[in-house]
């Protein structure tokens, strides 16, 4: 039996859908009503976990789960030893920099030296500044960041975005793109290697299911 860590939030319905198209049914994450974390397939071939989405690649790199699937934006920022081998192309959104309508700045670099900078992927944030070699703080925030410059607390954020349409809505805009993200296939290098429970099977069965709609 092979363990699937699934993420919870926006990329939930699409992960359980394309499981489903290959055999793995767990879709019992979507009732309102239950609040198991841990079912198995009806087929009792796999077990899935319903984890946070920061959570899915550490799950698969400590071996509690052989599979996962998780944004690439969640992998730039945890660094997770797991071997990435499918873009299943959904959940597409852009991990940007973004201020003020009404700040002076339209680009990263000019940005004053030290500037302050609100996150919730302070990893992906400081590498991008360190790339730009501008020193800036990156103030840790767990939620809500377009508050930073709102606020006065910071002169930017970086965060992920989709639509838009919540930094329109805040009085924000984007002032780059540093990297896009989709959701991605990840798995434990050592049960890849040793085939647990049939892994190679089930990914393979994905990729010929996302290279069928490409």
Avoid: W
């Amino acid at each position: 039996m092979i363990t699937v860590a699934l993420p919870k939030g926006a990329l939930l319905e699409d992960s359980i859908q394309l499981l489903q198209e290959v055999g793995l049914d767990f879709s019992a994450f979507l009732d309102s009503s239950n609040r198991q974390l841990q079912i198995d397939d009806p087929t009792h071939t796999a077990k899935g976990l319903l984890v946070r989405a920061q959570d899915v690649p550490v799950y698969v790199e400590y071996g509690q789960a052989q599979l996962g699937i998780v944004g690439y934006d969640v992998l730039r920022e945890k660094k997770s030893q797991v071997a990435c081998l499918v873009d299943l192309k959904f959940g597409k959104c852009r991990m940007s920099v973004a201020v003020k309508q009404s700040s002076p700045f339209r680009s990263p670099v000019e940005l004053p030296l030290h500037s302050r900078v609100a996150s919730k992927f302070v990893h992906c944030a400081s590498e991008y500044f360190e790339s730009l070699d501008l020193p800036v703080e990156i103030i840790p925030l767990s939620g809500s960041v377009e508050l930073g410059p709102i606020t006065g607390m910071s002169e930017a954020i970086v965060d992920l975005v989709s639509t838009g349409r919540t930094l329109k809505q805040n009085g924000l805009i984007e002032i780059e793109v540093l990297f896009e993200s989709t959701a991605q296939l990840i798995v434990h290098p050592l049960s890849y290697r040793v085939n647990t429970g049939g892994l190679k099977t089930v990914v393979e069965k994905v990729r010929s299911k996302i290279l069928a709609l490409v």
